[in-house]
């Protein structure tokens, strides 16, 4: 495993996380996390990540909101000035606003804010996407070369086609694979409307998030692979970015383990396309 972890780096071999969180636990904001989730009921800083990038040979992440608020933006941002290793911000604004354009030309000062994303996957209207000030919303990110991350469960995957077909210079990654039921084995709908969305070339796809969406204390390496088959199938070699989802991954597996579930699957890749995976295309997608 400890091989596999650890692509060459050859001459484009920047490594980034493209996704982890940082919080100081509130347990009322921070309500999503319940109790079965106790081991990440605590804070999670900077610090505690710095090294587990360093012992895995990464080179930076890239940090999401977890918080809707744009507190949520001060603090991340205020964590990426003082921690030179965290190369993006992906954050939170309200995208229905009427001064949306406002806002965002605000953070467009901010070099390392890089994109946006809303937890449209809690929306008890799952086509909240699909509403007109929300698209109006999104309409606006390019102008300021915003990325946009699709957070949403399999049941929102419908929308996707109608939803960012009008954008078709809007750089857009889908969250963990959209969470599909690898608990359950459910993989057939979830395929179908994949391959529906990677249609779109401007979609780009995190590996990331999977551990949490398996059995936490009795997954195995086979349970993913074909999950991963289906989004390389999609989106290739040139539309998927590694993300660990740390901390949330630790409910189901260390930094190390998440890491070598998709070290093993893609040692046999190319040098090029492991490069690429790993940090090349996070880097073009959120301009690091």
């Not at 921690?83 to 406002?102: M, P, Y």
């Not at 960012?164 to 990654?173: C, L, R």
């Not at 401007?202 to 692979?225: H, L, P, R």
Request: with cysteine; aromatic share 14%.
């Amino acid at each position: 495993m400890s091989t596999a972890q650890s692509p060459p780096l050859g001459d484009g071999g920047m490594r980034i996380d493209a996704h982890q969180h940082f919080w100081k636990f509130d347990p009322v904001r921070d309500s999503w996390i319940t109790d079965e989730m106790a081991v990440i009921q605590k804070d999670f800083f900077p610090r505690d990540l710095q090294s587990l990038l360093t012992k895995n040979n990464f080179d930076g992440s890239v940090v999401v909101q977890s918080d809707q608020s744009e507190n949520e933006n001060e603090f991340q941002l205020k964590n990426a000035e003082e921690n030179d290793f965290i190369k993006g911000v992906v954050g939170w604004v309200d995208l229905r606003a009427q001064d949306v354009e406002e806002r965002l030309a605000h953070y467009s000062s901010f070099k390392k804010m890089k994109g946006f994303r809303h937890v449209l996957q809690g929306e008890a209207d799952r086509s909240l996407m699909l509403k007109p000030e929300f698209m109006n919303g999104i309409d606006k990110l390019e102008k300021f070369g915003f990325t946009y991350d699709i957070l949403i469960y399999p049941d929102q995957l419908q929308y996707l086609p109608e939803f960012v077909a009008p954008f078709m210079n809007q750089k857009f990654v889908i969250d963990h694979l959209a969470k599909p039921e690898i608990k359950k084995r459910e993989i057939n709908e979830w395929k179908k409307l994949i391959d529906a969305t990677a249609r779109f070339d401007n979609v780009y796809c995190k590996i990331s998030g999977m551990v949490t969406e398996a059995d936490w204390k009795n997954w195995k390496q086979d349970d993913f692979i074909p999950y991963i088959d289906v989004v390389i199938e999609a989106f290739g070699p040139n539309r998927i970015m590694f993300g660990s989802d740390w901390p949330v991954c630790l409910v189901a597996a260390s930094y190390e383990q998440m890491l070598g579930i998709v070290g093993e699957y893609f040692s046999s890749f190319s040098e090029t396309e492991q490069q690429m995976f790993f940090g090349q295309n996070a880097i073009k997608f959120y301009n690091l």
